[in-house]
């Protein structure tokens, strides 16, 4: 069994780092670590969950408590959500829930920071508290990721408000201002230097501002900030970047804590013969955790027939009933979606509906959900196992002397006929080989001709092959139908290239996925593949990939001149709104931090442009 000090870097209790690694998402999120037991021993956070669960598994400098760790993992699960802010509230949670060994935990009534406004009828406090209560009356917002960023926001609030701190029994005995007036912090409303309606004024205007309601404060700052630069105030104009980025990160609204509510979440992503549903409970506005399922299905199946039957099995199925919530968030709309809700409704005792249309909270829950399910499902489709198990299949069905160790698969992409590339993807027994992918730029062909395509790229590729300067193939396929595989033949046959089978994949009449026709290139005949067949899957996967480098490859370089600035080139964007974003988030570091709902309250950015943002800056 290998140790840590392998070059897999796999751990003693058996866990595929590596493989692990090179699927995982560099987005944030929240990784839990399992045992061979299926017992949790670590949840962690993350802004970058790739970098981050690398460093679990470094061949030195680990402190022993954590090689003690890594020795125990069998598996690992992640959570992807929409912020940094949103992997801490999640990673609360589930240490509460869960109590991991190998977290630290901490009393649940001291948990979460709130920003306070107190009762005072004519001169209310802004205070940091710890914990909720109903005491006392008052106005509560929250709860907070860092005590840290409550406390230094507060600094700010009183410097932009001049809001009192104080307690109650000393704002009562106050005879002359305090020194938070003497520094421009306070207007000393304990001895009336202000009147009531000018301070809840300055209150409303506070309030308004953590409630997300107050855009034009930040513009303020901004221009101040700008006016500031001009006058090469640059002290000054520092102070105004800080106290935007302090108020920004108070204004941030949480996907994981909302208002309340109880919802399970169910998303269902399914590509290359694998469908994944996702399960996110939540209970009283808080994302409690998270469940993964692959079941067994048909390709003729549409994903409202499999969320219905999938919710059937969910709900009803086995010895023990599960919780029904209120909400049952959908991506889609289910097959016998009333009748379902009826049954629902009346195993709870209570109306229970299956809602897809939502806004809000929910929208971003039902987002959030989506995206895990399209992750793990790419992590499942690129595990080793699943691999192997297709490769074998792939073996039997083209009845070759061995499992293959090497596929190649070609495709053309072009814009109009100009701009042609094409792409060659390299599979192995693990997966995608990318470290071997190739774009080959096209030139010296007539526009939209995709045989001399394919022809050159064939040739250029096989000809250093010939010549012993690359690795030979095991298998190739050719993303097209007759025509490009009898140019593929041809290119061989001039090459002396006998015995590597050629495999042509067209999507046949239809063109549904489930139903493409094999061509092989020695005999000629035409097959298809059962839908569910695993072989067919593979095939699927090499093919949709290939498909999608060289898409992606042809528009890098199609948008190659409008790549000055990383914000240029994203459509949508122009001058204004690139001007606008680095205004008010500071800088392009601090916009690659930003959420998508944060990008929202940047003036001009609509939700789309915000999500078409957020793909650009993570290469998406």
Known sequence: MPTRSDSTTESSGGFDSRHFLKQLTERPGVYRMYDEGGSVLYVGKAGNLKKRVSSYFRKTGLAPKTEALVAK??????????????????????????????????????????????????????????????????????????????????????????????????FRNRARPCLQYQINRCTAPCVGYISPEDYLQDIRHATMFLEGKNPAII?????????????????????????????????????????????????????????????????????????????????????????????????????????????????????????????????????????????????????????????????????????YRRLLALRDML????????????????????????????????????????LYNIEGVKAGDDYDAMRQVLTRRYRRMVAGEGKRPDLVFIDGGKGQLSIAREVFD????????????????????????????MTGDVFRVPADSPALHLIQHIRDESHRFAITGHRKGRDKKRRQSTLEGIEGVGPKRRRELIRYFGGIQELRKASVDEMTKVQGISKSLAENIYAALHDE
């Not at 160790?405 to 094409?422: K, L, P, Y």
Request: proline content about 4%.
């Open 73 to 170: 993992i069998a598996s690992i699960e992640v959570t992807i959500t929409g912020s940094e802010t949103e992997a801490l509230l999640l990673e609360q949670n589930l240490i509460k829930s869960l109590r991991p060994p190998y977290n630290i935990l901490l009393r649940d009534d001291k948990s979460y920071p709130y920003i306070y406004v107190s009762s005072h009828s004519d001169y209310p406090s802004l205070t940091f508290r710890r914990g909720r209560t109903k005491k006392g009356g008052g106005t509560w917002y929250g709860p907070f990721p860092s005590s840290g960023a409550v406390k230094e926001s507060l600094n700010v609030l009183q410097k932009v408000f001049r809001i009192r701190s104080c307690s109650e029994s000393y």
């Open 219 to 387: 513009r303020d700052l901004m221009d101040a900030m700008e006016r500031a630069a001009e006058n090469l105030e640059f002290e000054k104009a520092a102070a105004c970047r800080d106290q935007i980025n302090h108020l920004r990160h108070v204004q941030e609204q949480q996907s994981v804590d909302g208002e309340g509510g109880d919802a399970d979440v169910i998303a269902i992503a399914q590509d290359a013969g694998v469908v994944c549903i996702v399960v996110i409970i939540v209970r009283g506005g808080r994302v409690l955790g998270t469940k993964d399922y692959f079941p067994r299905y048909s390709l003729e199946q549409s994903e409202g027939e499999l969320l219905s039957a999938f919710l059937g099995q969910y709900y009803f199925g086995g010895n023990t009933r599960r919780e029904i919530p209120k909400d049952i968030l959908v991506p889609v709309e289910v097959e016998g979606q009333e009748l379902l809700a009826h049954a629902l409704s009346d195993a709870a005792n209570r109306e229970t509906r299956i809602r897809g249309n939502v806004r809000g909270e929910r929208r971003r829950w039902l987002e959030l959900a989506m995206t895990n399910a399209q992750q793990t499902l790419l992590t499942h489709i690129a595990s080793k196992e699943t691999v």
């Open 399 to 438: 009845e070759l002397a061995e499992t293959p160790s090497r596929m190649e698969c070609f495709d053309i992409s072009h814009s109009h006929g100009e701009n042609t590339v094409a792409s060659c993807v390299v599979f192995d027994e693990n997966g995608p080989l990318k470290s071997d992918y190739r």
């Open 494 to 521: 001039e090459l002396g290239v006998s015995d590597i089978p050629l495999i042509g994949v067209a999507k046949g009449v239809t063109r549904r996925a489930g139903m493409e026709q094999l061509i092989d290139a």
